[in-house]
């Protein structure tokens, strides 16, 4: 297994899981593994996501590609200095109709967004710029990373990709639901959920932190060969 330390720095402001806060949205303190694989999945055009149709992610084609992000958290948890907590903008509507994907857009063409009548305009708080999140990658092959990835709702979002050296002892933290609905190793995720870890939150239905997790630990959970 390869194992690199990447740091991600917000370059936009990004938003793309939130928490219900009296009138508006704000986000949650960490980058989801899923979101950050299916950004790259995106960045380096191995896969075809934008199905008509199609209405919610099922995840199956993330278990087809051999290699991870484990889930991104601040500098506190995975070096043990900084802050827990991403600093956020001030509440700010946000147009959903803006995105990248197509003709300044985020929906497939077959769905003319020019006719819909009712707009979706979210009250929200964003990620500011300059806020760091530290998270592993791992691979059996060399994979070049790209420098920066598209990433949040409608990939409006973007982050500066760096791998770092330091600190050595760097900490991991993983997603419950990757482990077992992703991988499939349902029986292997619960023996690991019984672990006394010092951190576990389950924050939504696809995001079941727990951490922190060491390398040799890293290794079992994404490439171990376990039964289902």
Not at 31 to 45: E, F, N, Q, T, V
Not at 120 to 149: C, M, R, T, V
Request: cysteine-free.
């Amino acid at each position: 297994m390869i194992a690199k330390k990447i740091r991600f720095t917000v370059l936009s402001p990004l938003n793309y899981y939130y928490i219900q806060a009296g009138r508006g949205l704000r986000p949650s303190p960490f980058i989801g593994d899923i979101a950050l694989k299916y950004s790259l999945l995106h960045g380096m055009g191995l896969h075809n996501f934008n199905i008509p149709g199609k209405t919610q992610p099922t995840y199956e084609e993330l278990a087809e590609y051999r290699f991870w992000f484990t889930v991104a958290m601040p500098p506190y948890y995975s070096t043990g200095n900084g802050d827990s907590e991403p600093s956020l903008m001030h509440a700010i509507y946000r147009n959903t109709m803006q995105g990248i994907d197509y003709n300044g857009t985020n929906a497939h063409p077959n769905i003319r967004t020019g006719s819909i009548m009712y707009k979706n305009f979210f009250f929200q708080q964003h990620i500011k710029p300059g806020n760091q999140f530290y998270a592993f990658f791992l691979s059996e092959d060399e994979i070049k990373l790209p420098e920066a990835l598209r990433v949040g709702t409608g990939k409006v979002g973007s982050v500066r990709v760096d791998e770092i050296e330091h600190p050595f002892d760097m900490q991991g933290y993983v997603n419950l639901y990757t482990i077992q609905n992703i991988l499939g190793k349902k029986e292997f995720g619960e023996k690991f959920l019984d672990r006394d870890f010092q951190f576990r939150e389950h924050v939504s239905l696809p995001y079941y932190i727990l951490g922190p997790v060491d390398l040799p630990s890293l290794e079992d959970v994404y490439f171990g060969a376990h039964a289902s």
